[in-house]
């Protein structure tokens, strides 16, 4: 058990740089539509997943009804939170994007107490409650939709996320490969937004061809390693960890773009952060010493 946490912290940082890697290549790939930047970034993500079934001769197979049911809803879930995600990208600071999608493990928290029945303590209670404060400091809400609404959409990219991990977490307990998974999800996303493509696409530079061939390839390696994050132990015990990727869009958005967030989205980070610290000291030391002694 404790050798498997430890491999879900690795993969979890891990997957925190790749995504923040994904950030930056969807920010540089300028001012395409969001459903084709969502298109490409899944359809790279799609060839490098099928390839990696094919290379370890994994079958594709979802066994069960209820487990197709959950797969379905782990892509629809992840699809509406990326397309949210991506709208926030392009309009915000990135690390303000960043955080607000990193809003999902407090959503893996409520999910997995609604559909999972994991437990959810009064201090896990309460500190969703204070990451949702936090996020406030972040969208700042106001009546200028131009402002509220891309920050709105960058936490419901966080909720989406929330959803479709928990969901992972669900279908990694029952036995579905999380390639299966990646697979489906990839497939899935490009069939919701290629009729945008063939719509209302833009045409692609070769510059933003490359540019997306790396946010495709980066998302591959964050959904291989959240994936398999998730599968080894609960978002509970390991969601503090993908607040990493803070650190690395932080740098990333300041080095590239020259973001700096104002005084009120840092507050916002650190209260949300400190609520998944919290989260965590409950979950490995608080908690058990509590158990240990009664």
Not at 2 to 25: C, D, E, G, N, T
Not at 194 to 220: R, S
Request: include cysteine; proline fraction near 3%.
């Amino acid at each position: 058990m404790v050798k498997s946490r430890y491999k879900a912290m690795i993969y979890i940082i891990l997957s925190a740089f790749f995504f923040a890697l994904m950030f930056l290549f969807v920010r540089l790939a300028g001012d395409l539509p969001t459903f084709q930047k969502v298109f490409f970034r899944n359809f790279i993500a799609l060839i490098i997943a099928v390839l990696t079934m094919i290379r370890s001769h994994t079958r594709f197979e979802c066994k069960g009804a209820k487990n197709k049911a959950v797969l379905f809803i782990r892509a629809a879930a992840g699809t509406a939170g990326m397309l949210g995600n991506f709208y926030a990208i392009d309009r915000l600071v990135l690390s303000d994007a960043s955080m607000l999608n990193k809003m999902s493990p407090f959503f893996v928290i409520v999910f997995s107490f609604i559909f999972l029945r994991e437990k959810l303590t009064m201090i896990q209670g309460l500190t969703v409650v204070g990451a949702f404060a936090g996020s406030l400091l972040i969208i700042k809400p106001s009546f200028q939709l131009t402002e509220f609404f891309p920050a709105a959409m960058g936490l419901f990219g966080g909720m989406g996320a929330g959803l479709a991990y928990t969901c992972v977490r669900y279908l990694g307990q029952h036995g579905v490969k999380g390639s299966v998974i990646i697979t489906f999800f990839s497939g899935f996303s490009c069939l919701v937004t290629l009729p945008y493509i063939i719509i209302a696409g833009k045409p692609m530079t070769i510059a933003q061809i490359l540019i997306m061939i790396g946010a495709g390839a980066a998302a591959a390696g964050g959904q291989f390693t959240i994936t398999a994050a998730y599968s080894h132990a609960p978002g509970r015990e390991i969601s503090v960890y993908d607040y990493s990727q803070l650190i690395f869009t932080t740098l990333l958005g300041f080095i590239v773009f020259g973001d700096v967030p104002d005084v009120w989205s840092f507050i916002g980070y650190f209260v949300i952060i400190t609520m998944a610290v919290l989260v965590f000291l409950y979950n490995n030391f608080w908690h058990r010493e509590r158990n240990s002694t009664s």
